[in-house]
Structure formats: structure tokens, C-alpha cells
């Protein structure tokens, strides 16, 4: 499942970076937790089961990992290999254990295939309302022409509004719609 990683394992968990850890050249594995891009900079914070630890990419220290960093969204699985250090007082989040420190990426590892044209989830979920409804449609068609139905008169069954939805999701799920239109048992 993780293949992109190949054989690197990480050196730290993301809830476990100390003002200690200062210094450190670090791998991190984990989810994108939330990415804030403020033009050279981008924040993204990485979590796994232990914490979260926030970690910077410069565009003046790596143009290409910067636009790299642009790409990444929420809960995308990445890797990330840096050095710690600490943050400036003004910037310390004392809500997090994490909160001191911060990790400056070198190299970030991910699997390319999240960079799929993927539409946004308002514009699936619109497009799945458009197929349910023209769904419902067609099924309601189908039971007023059908052998099905028993006859070309609506039944109280399927004058119900949720009728023809229930119908067409049984249908879509078992593939038991055939070309004609006919619904096979």
C-alpha cells in the first residue's frame, strides 16, 4: 500500500519532536493535517496516532519542494526528511507538546497518485444528486411500462417519492438493470 516509501522508515513519531531534538536530521511519516500557504512559506502540519508536528517549506531554501508542497491537500500520506530546530518565542504554540519546534523539509516523499484531477467533493456530490434523480426518473418510467409493474397504471407503491430511488439503488448495486430497461431478478 505504501510502496512510494520504499524501504525508509521513519526516525521520530510526529507527537514525539522536543526542543531537544534541536538540530536532528528527521523523517516523519504521516497525514496532512491542515496546510496554511503564506506565499514563500508554506505550514503543513503532519500527524500520525501520536501528535502533530508542523513543518516548513521555504521557497528560497527549495523552489521545487515548494511547489511540491503546494500540491498537497488534507489526509494525503506523505514523508518528510528534515532538520529540527526551534521556533522563534513569538511563534511557539504552547497547546501542542510539539509546540517549540518546527521541521524544516529537505526532501518530501509521496505517493503521486494523489495528484489525480480529483473534482472537489461538492461537484461529486452534485453529480451523484444529478444521477440519483435522473435515476429515479428512468426507474419510475420503467415501472409505469413494465411487466414489472403489472400494468401502465401507477400503483400507490410507486407514486411513494422514495420508490423509485430505493428501486434504482438496489438496481445500481446488484447490476441487475438490463439494456432494455427491464429489471431482472
Known sequence: ???????????????????????????????????????????????????????????????????????????????????VRLRDTDTVNRNIPTGEVELVADELIDDARMYVDVPPRRELRRDHEVHRRGCGERENKHLLHSDLAGSTERTPWNDTPRAPQVLCESAASVEIVERSGRIMA
Not at 516523519?28 to 500557504?37: A, C, E, F, I, P
Not at 514563500?40 to 500527524?47: A, E, K, T, Y
Not at 496516532?49 to 517549506?57: A, D, E, L, M
Request: hydrophobic residues 45%; glycine residues 8%.
Open 1 to 83: 500500500m505504501l510502496d512510494f516509501l520504499g524501504d525508509l522508515k521513519r526516525t521520530h513519531m510526529c507527537g514525539a519532536l522536543r526542543a531537544s531534538d534541536a538540530g536532528k536530521k528527521t523523517i516523519l511519516m504521516g497525514w496532512v493535517n491542515r496546510r496554511r500557504d503564506l506565499g514563500n512559506l508554506i505550514f503543513v502540519d503532519v500527524r500520525d496516532r501520536s501528535g502533530v508536528t508542523q513543518v516548513v517549506f521555504s521557497e528560497e531554501r527549495n523552489a521545487a519542494l515548494h511547489e511540491k508542497a503546494e500540491l498537497l491537500r488534507n489526509e494525503f500520506v506523505i514523508a518528510v526528511i528534515g532538520t
